[in-house]
């Protein structure tokens, strides 16, 4: 059974390894340090937000089972306390996961794992200063797997030593996991972290916007057809995380997971297109879809124009299926799939 979600940032908390792209105060914009009495009043402040709802209860950016188990301990049975919270979530990392943190995981009612994988390469992992290899991710995800976790994925695009190919390999080895859900994020330069300090010494250079869109949408694909929900494309918005703020450089955009999922549409569309002598085009979706379906400032109409020629595009507006788009140009109709967009 699904339940809300009510997040608890632990930043930076158990954490063994600064990684060059990290900043967990920053990222998460929790301010308060961690404390049970800080977390206790989160939670009663979320269960109230969410009056009569049972909720998940999930511990972000930190590294759960690298804390010490005597606060790991204190911090389930504090969740255990409350009769609305039914599991728990935690993210942590790829080396900190054996058989006898997972038996002590089921024990408290934590139901889903979310490993930081980041990549599946050593060399773009050491020059991050992860402080783990593939193979730590490797073995972890199968454990938590045969353990009967739902097992969370989270991969990062454009790190220090990356390329396109290896971050796409990187989605299609994860792949080979069995993951439930999976995050794609691509790497933001943020104040307070080495790569701030690469970047400023031209060491680093971010991908740009466009670059991310198309390798993340690529890997989402991936997942997609390989049966994994992408939960997330791209950091949440904060009042750090934003323009003019705490991101120095870097591909960031509130909206990315929609562009992302544009970026993919537009593929669809287009692979049915056998000529481009075509002229006139009309376009039918669901609402929901409509933002998607153009693009951010109309992309994908103008890309149709110019790129494909068509001079006559019309779009209507179809509240019969939100998961297809149909094309009527010239004598025929075809359907795009834009299932779990």
Partial sequence: MKYRILPIFIPQYGCPFKCIFCNQKIISGEKEEVTLERIKRQIEEGLKKNEGEDVELAFYGGNFTAIGFNMQKRLLELARRFE????IRISTRPDFINEEILRFLKDYRVKTIE?????????????????????????????????????????MV???N??????????????????DIARIYPTLVIEDT??????RR???????????????????????????????????????????????????????GELVDSEIIFRRITALFMSRSLKKLSIFVHPKNFSKLIGNKKRNIERL?????????????????????????????????IRGL
């Fill in 84 to 87: 609305r919270v039914k599991s």
């Fill in 115 to 155: 490993l930081g994988i980041q990549s599946m390469f050593d060399d773009v992992l050491k020059a991050s200063k992860r402080g783990h290899t593939a193979e730590d991710s490797a073995k972890a995800s199968k454990l938590i797997k045969w353990f009967g976790f739902t097992l969370g994925v989270q991969l």
């Fill in 158 to 160: 454009g790190l220090p």
């Fill in 162 to 179: 990356s390329t396109e190919e290896k971050d796409i390999k990187s989605a299609e080895i994860v792949c080979s996991f069995e993951p």
């Fill in 194 to 199: 080495y790569l701030a300090e690469m970047y």
């Fill in 202 to 256: 031209g060491e680093y250079q971010p991908l740009s916007l466009e670059d991310a869109i198309l390798i993340s949408s690529y890997m989402k694909e991936i997942f997609m057809a390989n049966g994994v929900k992408v939960i997330r494309t791209g950091l949440q918005p904060t009042e750090e995380i934003n323009y003019n703020a705490r991101v120095i450089a870097g591909p960031f955009h509130p909206s990315l």
């Fill in 305 to 337: 124009r110019k790129e494909y020629g068509f001079q006559d595009i019309e779009i209507f507006t179809d509240h019969e299926d939100e998961n297809t788009i149909r094309i009527l140009t010239g004598d025929r109709e075809m359907v795009v799939d």
